[in-house]
């Protein structure tokens, strides 16, 4: 599937709901058995959550969304990672805005064995916006 927009997430995006250098940001796993749901809106949206990391030194150049690549501590075993959530943390999930998701990231799917997970981001950032026009 790769990187997908949520719809309410694109829609935030022009009325300036979201600030990705300045607001804090989720990264958040997801199971395998997650199917994306562009009409999703809220991270209490999302069913299970295996795990979640704050990103940190989030850039935002030309377009090209960037972070330092997150660490989540300890996840718990048994499980298969299938995707990254990223979501605008307002303190509570209710309230918590969905911007992408990305099944695409290398090394998914993966399996929990306890460890900790670092998500490794390539040299293109976390995620670009498009300029291709339809």
Known sequence: MAQSLYTEGKQKIFEATFNWVSDTYQAILLPSAYVFDG?????????????????????????VLSAA??????????????????????GADATSPLLF???ELAGLPMATDGGD?????????VFTIDTTME
């Open 117 to 125: 997970i670092t998500i490794a981001f390539s040299a293109s950032g």
């Open 39 to 63: 009409t999703d809106v809220f991270i209490s949206d999302l069913g299970t959550i295996l795990a979640r990391a704050t990103l940190a030194s989030k850039t935002n150049t030309d377009g």
């Open 101 to 103: 998701q990305d099944d």
């Open 69 to 90: 690549n997150p660490t989540f501590a300890s996840v718990a075993s048994g499980a298969t990672v299938g995707s990254v959530v990223y979501a605008k943390n307002t």
